[in-house]
């Protein structure tokens, strides 16, 4: 396996590039903050390294983007004592509207597909949905979930604009852009739905 190392924010990556039939060479940061980079087959490592540093700074610019992406934190909202529970409750539910349409947005970009509209509000049984007429429905509960947990739910739905079932082609799907769905998967499956 073919790759180089690159440091970055003080931290040594391990760059592993993709090779496809292409002309050009291709650096991205995927919503989990993986850097993915795709060179054309045949092309000197060396040339894709000096590509990959001459990017360095738009690499961490784009990390320090993503790190201040804010999860939702269940201690920000308890600091109030007078507050009424339903009260903390609506402005939880606000929050989790634009962190969870923020992150599919991303999501979606990165997969080059994006839904009709996005639902987000309290369900009783459910994490998400996505409807034949490409609207997803998210339950605002799935920002208090671990990020990684939270990410799969909306991949999962972002799969289902493609595939409307859970045919083994979806599950390729998923595992393109979460290659350890699984271990996400099983997570979720021990939350208890308490709603
Ligand atoms: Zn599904």
């Not at 073919?2 to 060479?25: H, L």
């Not at 920000?76 to 529970?85: A, Q």
């Not at 409750?89 to 080059?112: H, I």
């Not at 939270?150 to 991949?155: N, S, T």
Request: charged share 35%.
């Amino acid at each position: 396996m073919e790759f180089f190392d690159v440091k970055i924010r003080k931290t040594v990556y391990r760059i592993k590039p993709i090779r496809r039939k292409r002309k050009s060479m291709q650096i991205e940061i995927e919503p989990d903050g993986k850097i993915k980079v795709v060179a054309p087959i045949g092309m000197p490592i060396c040339l894709v390294k000096s590509f990959v540093e001459s990017k360095v700074g738009w690499v961490e610019k784009t990390m320090n983007k993503l790190d201040q992406m804010d999860w939702i934190r269940l201690d920000d909202f308890k600091n109030s004592p007078c507050e009424s529970l339903e009260s903390v409750e609506d402005r939880m539910k606000a929050k989790a509207e634009s962190v969870l349409k923020e992150r599919l947005c991303l999501y979606g970009k990165s997969m080059g597909i994006q839904p009709n509209k996005v639902i987000v509000k309290s369900q009783k049984k459910r994490w998400g949905s996505c409807s034949s007429s490409g609207i997803i429905r998210l339950n605002w509960k799935c920002v208090l979930l671990k990020p990684e947990v939270m990410d799969y739910i909306i991949v999962h739905e972002l799969c289902h604009l493609r595939e409307m079932n859970h045919s083994k082609l979806f599950w390729k799907e998923v595992e393109k852009i979460l290659p350890d769905y699984k271990d996400r998967q099983d997570q979720l499956k021990k939350i208890k739905f308490e709603c």
